[in-house]
């Protein structure tokens, strides 16, 4: 394999950036397909027929794929670059084209409820919507929880310049964060992103050192951040309250396609994994050279792999690691480094963070993170990777029958990242090298049992204190302390007081309660990974038969039909929980040997 780029190609979708006249024009298209759509579906009046109905699907699927084209674009220039203003100025007419979309849904939501019962079975189940009938019953079922189509439409147009005009005013705020730095004789400022990786660094002296000095930049925004999320929560209690829903789950698991008592029941069992957690924590603490580690040293490297990973070296574990497990998906890799897929450079002006977003219209996806060497970066580019071998699979399906949910999507990028580790461990030499890789899987399983455990917990009840009226920023800051104690079992020094302005999921917009779905595709693909040990090298056909399942039907069924388990009983999240924390003692052993 070549040594890849550290930049991604986004001119072979559309040469220019945020003044190519090639997305002006798609975008003008877009407008005109969506507008006209609309306008149809207003003037409809009565229950449509059958082919009106057959009519409207095709065009809204078209629709929709041009919608995520666009955001994918405008998402990747505003990341790449923050000051990029043209870019932020596209993201505002893609919301526009989106809301437009959305009040066309639900029109196309409440006609699809007004056919008869008996026309409706006869329709829906015909061959040509095979494929996406459960998307259309669930869409049908979905209309009759919301408000009447001309309000939601309202809310939709509301929320461009109000709630969506503040999880974008949070971007600007972090845009103009810079974090004072001195390396090697040189002052700079670093961005949030850059800055985030010293955090992980192997130095204690440069953890503290940016601990703190990452703590003093989120407080000295911590009123501005503040004010953001009391009015992304007023605006979402304000529309539910309107809806007449009395649970702030009831979107967030609607959206996830999963019941109340799955999620319930996975909490429960990740109750379970504090303890051996802990002694996880306390052992690496010990290795460090401390009683007790802070909040900024859990993800600090130990034994032999704290130095720095070259990118190549990385594209190269990563592929090598896929071919193990899976042909197509080592391909899809070897496409995506070779392709210019992945955007990786290490430089001012970035976004922190990583993520994976796909163009259905090129059949292509785009990666972003910031790699700075470290073995949590390759677990990021393995995640981000899976995510886009998620994508390849449902490449060429319908439209609606891509639309796959969060949890699901976590699903294929833990599991990508869990091979990328087993293989790594089986090749490694010595104990020192065994523990960095097992630190490694730990930290993966405190990140997915407690870090985001902290965040649910916080976000919940600061849902519950938020209906009373607005939250001062220390008021928020003794939640997020509160959720991380309960979380960790109180077995850290100190704590992120602050964490809840510096992560970027609670301002996301378009999905709320960004958090347990992490959980959920951690722990759901800890499951698959245990049937894939015992199936054997067959397993992967049956991988890709789940992974192209997952936007046609709940989550409860897709585990039942694929790996006969039953999601919302204890025993499957148990046995996984146990997996996930099975480690803890090799990773003692080794400790021992080495100190």
């Known amino acids: 394999m070549n040594t890849p780029s550290l930049t991604w190609d986004l001119e072979v979708l559309f040469p220019g950036g945020s003044e190519s006249k090639a997305f002006a024009?798609?975008?003008?298209?877009?407008?005109?397909?969506?507008?006209?759509?609309?306008?149809?579906?207003?003037?409809?009046?009565?229950?449509?027929?059958e082919e009106q109905l057959a009519g409207w699907t095709g065009r809204l699927q078209e629709a929709n794929l041009r919608i995520r084209q666009a955001d994918s674009f405008t998402a990747c220039l505003t990341s790449q670059n923050t000051d990029d203003k043209r870019a932020a100025a596209w993201t505002e007419k893609v919301q526009t084209l989106s809301s437009r979309y959305s009040q066309a849904s639900n029109l196309f939501d409440v006609k699809l409820s007004e056919l008869p019962d008996d026309r409706w079975e006869k329709w829906v189940t015909a061959e040509e919507r095979k494929e996406i009938s459960f998307l259309l019953n669930e869409r049908r079922e979905a209309v009759r929880e919301k408000l009447p189509p001309e309000l939601e439409g309202l809310a939709s147009e509301l929320a461009i310049n109000g709630y969506h005009g503040w999880g974008d005013h949070y971007s600007l705020i972090v845009s103009r964060i810079g974090i004072p730095w001195e390396e090697n004789g040189e002052a700079k400022k670093l961005s949030v992103g850059q800055a985030s990786n010293k955090l992980s660094h192997p130095s204690q002296e440069v953890r503290d050192r940016m601990a703190a000095r990452w703590e003093?930049?989120?407080?000295?925004?911590?009123?501005?951040?503040?004010?953001?999320?009391?009015?992304?929560?007023?605006?979402?209690?304000?529309?539910?309250?309107?809806?007449?829903?009395?649970?702030?789950?009831?979107?967030?698991?609607?959206?996830?396609?999963?019941?109340?008592?799955?999620?319930?029941?996975?909490?429960?069992?990740?109750e379970g994994s504090i303890e051996p957690l802990q002694k996880y924590l306390s052992v690496k603490a010990g290795l460090l050279g401390k009683e007790k580690l802070g909040w900024h040293d859990v993800g600090a490297p130990v034994g032999k792999q704290g130095e720095s990973i070259a990118y190549g070296e990385a594209a190269k574990l990563i592929y090598e690691a896929f071919s193990q497990f899976s042909p197509s998906m080592a391909g899809l890799a070897e496409r995506a480094f070779a392709e210019r897929w992945i955007?990786?450079?290490?430089?001012?002006?970035?976004?922190?963070?990583?993520?994976?977003?796909?163009?259905?219209?090129?059949?292509?996806?785009?990666?972003?993170m910031t790699y700075s060497g470290t073995m949590d970066n390759v677990s990021t580019l393995a995640h981000e990777l899976g995510h886009a071998y998620h994508s390849s699979l449902v490449d060429g399906l319908a439209p609606f029958a891509q639309d796959y949910a969060m949890n699901v999507a976590e699903t294929a990028s833990t599991f990508a990242e869990a091979i990328v580790s087993d293989a790594l461990l089986r090749k490694a030499d010595g104990a020192a090298e065994k523990l960095a890789l097992l630190n490694v899987r730990l930290e993966s399983a405190v990140a997915f049992c407690m870090n985001i455990?902290?965040?649910?917990?916080?976000?919940?009840?600061?849902?519950?204190?938020?209906?009373?009226?607005?939250?001062?920023?220390?008021?928020?800051?003794?939640?997020?302390?509160?959720?991380?104690?309960?979380?960790?079992?109180?077995?850290?020094?100190?704590?992120?007081?602050?964490?809840?302005?510096?992560?970027?999921?609670?301002?996301?917009?378009?999905v709320p309660f960004y958090n347990f779905p992490y959980s959920f595709g951690y722990l759901f693909s800890t499951g698959i990974l245990a049937a894939a040990e015992k199936e054997g090298p067959s397993f992967n056909e049956r991988y890709d038969a789940l992974l192209k399942d997952t936007a046609v039907m709940t989550v409860e069924d897709l585990a039942r039909k694929h790996l006969g388990v039953d999601l919302t009983k204890p025993d499957f999240w148990e046995a996984a929980v146990a997996k996930a924390v099975s480690d803890v003692e090799l990773f003692a052993k080794y400790a021992v040997e080495i100190s």
């Open 25 to 49: 024009a798609f975008m003008e298209e877009s407008d005109k397909l969506v507008q006209e759509l609309l306008q149809e579906l207003k003037r409809s009046v009565g229950a449509a027929d």
């Open 216 to 270: 003093e930049a989120w407080t000295e925004q911590e009123d501005l951040a503040a004010d953001v999320l009391n009015r992304l929560s007023g605006f979402r209690l304000k529309l539910y309250g309107k809806r007449g829903w009395d649970s702030v789950l009831q979107e967030p698991l609607r959206i996830n396609r999963m019941s109340r008592e799955t999620l319930e029941s996975m909490w429960a069992a990740v």
């Open 343 to 368: 955007e990786v450079e290490d430089r001012a002006g970035k976004r922190p963070g990583g993520f994976c977003t796909d163009f259905p219209i090129n059949r292509q996806t785009r990666i972003f």
């Open 453 to 510: 455990r902290a965040r649910f917990l916080f976000e919940t009840r600061f849902y519950e204190k938020r209906k009373e009226g607005m939250l001062e920023a220390e008021q928020i800051k003794q939640l997020m302390i509160e959720a991380q104690k309960e979380a960790y079992g109180d077995s850290l020094e100190s704590w992120h007081p602050t964490f809840w302005a510096s992560k970027l999921h609670f301002y996301i917009t378009d």
